[in-house]
C-alpha cells in the first residue's frame, strides 16, 4: 500500500507539471498571439496599450520559462565545465 501512495504521489506532481508546460505554456503564448492581433488590427487609445502590455507580458513569461527551462538541463554542463552552478547544481 506505502508503494501504491508513493507511485500516486508522484504522478500528481509528474501530471501538474505536464499540464503547466505542456498546456499552460502555449496557452500563454497563444493568448499573447490574441492580444498582439488586437494591437495591429487598429486599436485605439487604452485598448492598444493594455493589449500591448499584455501581449508582452505574455511573451515574457513564456521567454523567461524556455530560459530557465534551458538553464536547467544544461546546469551540469555548466557547473563542470565553466564552474557556473545554477539551479541546484
Do not use: E, K
Not at 488586437?38 to 486599436?43: E, K, N, S, W
Not at 492598444?48 to 513569461?61: E, P, Q
Amino acid at each position: 500500500m506505502n508503494t501504491f501512495l508513493n507511485t500516486f504521489s508522484d504522478l500528481w506532481q509528474v501530471t501538474v507539471a505536464a499540464l503547466v508546460f505542456g498546456a499552460g505554456l502555449p496557452m500563454v503564448f497563444a493568448v499573447g498571439i490574441r492580444y498582439r492581433a488586437q494591437v495591429d488590427d487598429g486599436a485605439t487609445g487604452t485598448a492598444r496599450y493594455v493589449a500591448t502590455a499584455v501581449s508582452a507580458l505574455c511573451f515574457a513569461v513564456v521567454m523567461i520559462a524556455v530560459v530557465v527551462g534551458v538553464l536547467f538541463i544544461a546546469r551540469g554542463f555548466l557547473a563542470s565545465r565553466l564552474g557556473i552552478h545554477l539551479l541546484g547544481a
